[in-house]
């Protein structure tokens, strides 16, 4: 059955229904009688808690001023009593209030006044950490507590600047205030609504005509402190009430079947099929829809698409992910080519091009060359295979971090005339994951090249020390010509590859040169664990 028809038969059902309704309801004037005592007793409730708000309306305006006020704020600090007795005690008739307390932001009391007479509502304020930390946590509160003199209304808001109109900054301290509820109070109460009004002791009445309001007053906990009873008899509501209770059953009938109707075709029809596809779109999961694709009506259409949509969707995602799995790999490829083989290649070049001259002058030291140059190459061999079967360039190697560093300077070194120093604390070294070791000898294997290719220099050093803060710092330093770092960080792919390695390994990249007066590079970077 099609959506729309199972909505056709629910309204002709309760179209039944309520025709049949009406005919019964206007058989029974009790109906009616119950609508306006209903209406009455929403009107008095409404009416009471108006009032009741109306009541303390002054005291909240009193709090919300006073506490949302620069002022304020600057008598905490100063505690001015000339201050207060101008601004505070003089209020208190103003906003019809018999008690004003200023506390601190450690609940310590840092003013106090009350109405003359009234001294001894000085001391009405909760002495528990609790209500220290509650006034902490909520930004106002509302509740009475019991004097001997009857019942007491206080309101709390936090002290803070005037810009702080969402009161979200941590509160200077609490502005309070409180009001009395005594016997006038209740009086006025009382011909205002025209009932009886009672504070903790109910008004009895066997009169079905008479409704009677529970208004309960809470203490700062949201316990039961106090209830205010009220008592209302309706002429009106007396003369109405002969009515029949056979009308006040159909009444209940009546309103019992619509529910029923309405609430189990809306189950069973629109609310569970409308949940099953609110399911299958937060999981994203076929396999929930199940139950609505074998269906012949819209949710079944509507369920086969969306499981056809899902099954495009993970096809996307698959190809997706291979698609940017093949450029992470392609990027990474080029940038440890660049960084490793092409500047081993470079470094061997460099020696080879030197063997003329140095052989000679010095044939031994040529060989030696030679052999290193030889060496070299053979390396940056292996390294090309490691490629080729999808691995990373030192992936196997066995040494420490501190042997890695040694091998990659002594290599680089015999290429050159320049001295490499080293200065490689072994103990920070142990630090050094293996992963970032990867990543470290990268730029310290293109920093070393190009101080040996560009700068000119005499002496190079090495350093790999702790720093404060548990971090630990490579720097490459050389004597050579220097340059501006501002015109040269923008252009080659060597140092974007640097700077991309160092937030690899978490840290940062440092450029200090000048010309003529060498270069320091360094990166800072926290030990993986």
């Given at each position: 059955m099609?959506v ?15 025709v ?7 058989l029974?004037?009790d109906r009616?009688a119950?609508a306006?005592?209903a209406n009455?007793?929403a009107?008095r409730r409404?009416l009471?808690?108006?009032?009741i ?6 005291l ?10 620069d002022?304020m704020?600057?008598?905490l600090?100063?505690?001015d009593?000339q201050?207060?007795a101008v601004?505070?005690?003089?209020s208190l008739?103003?906003f019809?209030?018999?008690?004003v307390w200023?506390?601190?932001?450690d609940?310590a009391?840092h003013?106090?006044?009350t109405a003359p ?6 001391d009405?304020?909760?002495?528990e950490?609790?209500f220290l930390?509650?006034l902490?946590?909520?930004?106002e509160?509302h509740?009475f ?5 009857g019942i ?6 936090p002290?803070l600047p ?7 900054q ?14 006038e109070?209740l009086?006025?109460?009382a011909e ?5 009004v009672?504070?903790?002791v109910p008004v009895p ?7 009677q309001?529970?208004h ?9 402190l106090a209830?205010?009873?009220?008592s209302y008899?309706?002429?009106?509501l007396d ?6 209770d056979?009308?006040?059953w159909l009444l209940?009938?009546?309103g019992a079947?619509?529910f ?6 809306g189950m069973?029809?629109f609310?569970?099929?409308?949940q099953?596809l ?7 999961q076929r ?11 819209e949710?079944g259409d509507?369920?086969?698409r ?12 698959e190809?997706e ?6 450029i992470?790999?392609?990027a990474?490829l ?8 092409i500047q081993?290649?470079y470094?061997?070049?460099?020696g ?8 000679a002058t010095?044939p031994?030291?040529?060989d ?7 060496q070299m ?13 999808a691995?990373?360039?030192?992936s196997?190697r066995?040494?420490t971090t ?10 680089l070194?015999?290429?050159q005339?320049?001295p ?10 142990a630090?050094?994951?293996p ?5 470290l000898?990268?730029?310290?294997r293109?920093l ?6 560009h ?9 790999l020390q702790a ?6 710092e490579?720097?490459?330093t ?12 923008g252009?080659?792919r060597?140092?974007?590859n ?6 690899e ?7 200090a040169?000048s010309?003529?007066?060498g270069?320091?590079i360094?990166v800072?970077f926290r030990?993986m664990h």
């Open positions: 099609r729309l028809t199972r909505l056709l038969l629910v309204l002709g059902i309760l179209l039944t229904i309520f049949t309704a009406v005919t019964l309801l206007k029974s004037q009616e119950k306006v005592r009455l007793q009107e409404d009471l808690e108006q009032l708000r109306l009541r303390g309306q002054s909240y305006e009193f709090v919300r001023d006073y506490s949302l006020w002022a704020v600057d008598f600090r100063s505690g009593r201050w207060a601004n505070i005690d003089a008739r103003n019809d209030a018999q008690a200023v506390l601190r932001a609940g009391v003013y106090v006044v007479g009234q001294p001894e509502l000085a009405l304020l909760p002495r950490p609790a930390a509650r902490q946590t909520e930004p509160l509740f507590v019991r004097a001997a003199s007491v209304e206080i309101r709390t808001a002290i005037s810009a702080d109109i969402p009161r979200q941590k509160p200077r301290g609490w502005f309070i205030v409180a009001r009395q509820w005594d016997a109070n009086k006025t109460l205002s609504l025209q009932s009886r009672t504070l903790d009445s066997d009169s079905p005509a008479t409704i309001l529970r309960p007053f809470a203490d700062w906990k949201g316990a039961p209830v205010l009873h009220l008899f309706s002429p009106s003369v109405l009430l002969d009515g029949s056979d009308e006040i209940y009938v009546f079947l619509n029923l109707v309405i609430a189990l075709t069973l029809w609310i569970r099929p409308l099953q609110n399911r299958g779109l937060v999981s994203g396999e929930t829809l199940v139950p609505l694709i074998s269906r012949s009506d949710f509507v369920a086969k969306l499981a056809g949509s899902f099954i495009q969707r993970d096809a996307l995602q190809s992910a291979r698609l940017l799995h093949s992470e790999l392609r990474r080029a940038r440890d080519l660049h960084d490793g083989i081993s290649i470094a061997a070049g460099l080879l091009e030197s063997l003329t001259k140095l052989r010095d031994a030291a040529a030696r060359r030679l052999a290193s140059c030889q190459l053979n390396e940056t061999l292996w390294q090309v295979r490691n490629f080729i079967g691995l990373e360039p030192e196997d066995r040494q501190s042997q890695s560093i040694t091998t990659l300077a002594t290599s070194q015999a290429l005339s320049v490499i120093a080293l200065d490689v604390d072994q103990a920070v070294a630090r050094v994951s992963t970032q070791e990867l990543q000898l990268q730029i310290l293109e070393l090249s190009n101080a040996l290719r700068s000119g220099a005499r002496h190079i050093r090495v350093s720093q404060a803060g548990d971090l630990i490579l720097t490459v050389d004597d050579g010509i220097g340059f501006d770092p501002a015109q040269n960080s252009s080659g060597g140092l974007r640097l700077a991309a390695r160092a937030r390994v978490g840290g940062q990249f440092e450029i040169s010309a003529g007066k270069t320091r360094a800072v030990a």
